[in-house]
């Protein structure tokens, strides 16, 4: 399952349906997934065949009633209360990515924590979003633990580049980048050096911090490996298995370019 921004093509050979997503809902492209009040977005599943845009009455004719961003933690809510793991299909592996669209320079959620706070306007829709994301994140994780699956569910928080200046939306303002130099685009550390939260409880011990160097394609070959299947041979990623569980050393890059 997919839920939020694919962004790596809006044209039917490369959408998440052709690429080995069975359950998609979000915004194929860029410009789509900017709009946080946006009509529409794009709903498929390969097995009914459904690959359609689905309209939203909500946000019709401007009217701002659904916080997308808030959807995608909804949307994942629902496919991992769908596929939770029972007596049928116990043994049958879930995967779900949940790309939440945020925090850029678009129209915040109505509802914010910090509305009275003195800060500029835009570091105050910055902050509402991220509380949103925060939120949203929570509720999946009640979710695992409702429907008993968060023992043995990995969990990977990570983004996909550092902090930007948007607009009039500067990141300086929360020290986003703490000390590092540079913002996403940039190849200093500032640009691509973000966070990886993984929580894997029946695995991984809580509170551990590594500085072993890893990148976005060493989360393909520890996710299969875990589940117990052999990673392709033709991958750059190594897993990073024996690094979270304290079996072991994790096998060091060469190089990162």
Known sequence: GLMGEWNLGDTAPVEPNTKGFEEFAGFLSQNHARDYFSESLYRQDTRSGSNRLVTLPDNWKSAQGLYLPDLVGTAGDNYLTIHVQDRLNHFTPVFLCLAYPVPHNSTPPHESPYANESWPQPARDRAAMIAHLDTSIGHVLETLAIMKMETNTI???????????????????????????????????????????????????????????SAAWDILPPLVEAAFMKPPQK???????????????????????
């Open 155 to 213: 969990v990977i928080f990570t983004s996909i580049g550092g902090a930007q200046q948007e607009g009039a939306m500067d990141p300086k303002f929360f020290g986003s980048s703490g000390p590092l130099r540079g913002e996403a685009g940039s190849v200093y550390e500032g640009g691509i050096r973000v966070p990886m939260i993984v929580r894997w409880p029946a695995q991984i011990k809580p509170g551990q911090v590594t500085d072993v160097p």
């Open 235 to 257: 991958t750059d990623g190594i897993s990073l298995i024996p690094l979270l569980t304290g079996k072991g050393k994790a096998k060091a890059h060469e190089s990162f370019y």
